[in-house]
């Protein structure tokens, strides 16, 4: 059985920084992507960042040249650096990873149970 589990959240004041970890278990043939969501209360889900099997990185307008992300395929974590730290970036972050359990199974999304990350002003 494939789990994720995040760790690396917390309070921070505005300004400050917060690194997340996510690592996953299991067996596991490949991964595709490793990305980061969050939710804050009353809102969808929304992308975050994402980093492919390649090292090909994405990010959300809101946290572009704020956040970093970056992952260690071998050890089948993905972390995610949190730099100016704002109020509006408190969430409950989530880790998923697109990956296959075997060589000819589709690819499929795993979801990790999430972190809380608040930030005061």
């Known amino acids: 059985q494939v789990q994720l589990v995040e760790s690396g959240g917390g309070l921070v004041q505005s300004g400050g920084s917060l690194r997340l970890s996510c690592a996953a278990s299991g067996i596991i043939s490949s991964i595709l992507t490793m990305a980061w969501h969050r939710q804050a209360p009353g809102n969808q889900r929304e992308l975050v960042a994402w980093?492919?099997?390649?090292?090909?990185?994405n990010y959300g307008d809101q946290v572009k040249g704020r956040f970093t992300i970056s992952r260690d395929i071998r050890q089948k974590m993905v972390f995610l650096q949190m730099n100016s730290l704002k109020p509006e970036d408190t969430a409950v972050y989530y880790c998923?990873?697109?990956?296959?359990?075997?060589?000819?199974?589709?690819?499929?999304?795993?979801w990790g149970q999430g972190t809380q990350v608040t930030v005061s002003s």
């Open positions: 980093i492919n099997n390649i090292g090909t990185t």
């Open positions: 998923r990873m697109t990956l296959r359990l075997t060589t000819t199974s589709p690819p499929s999304d795993y």
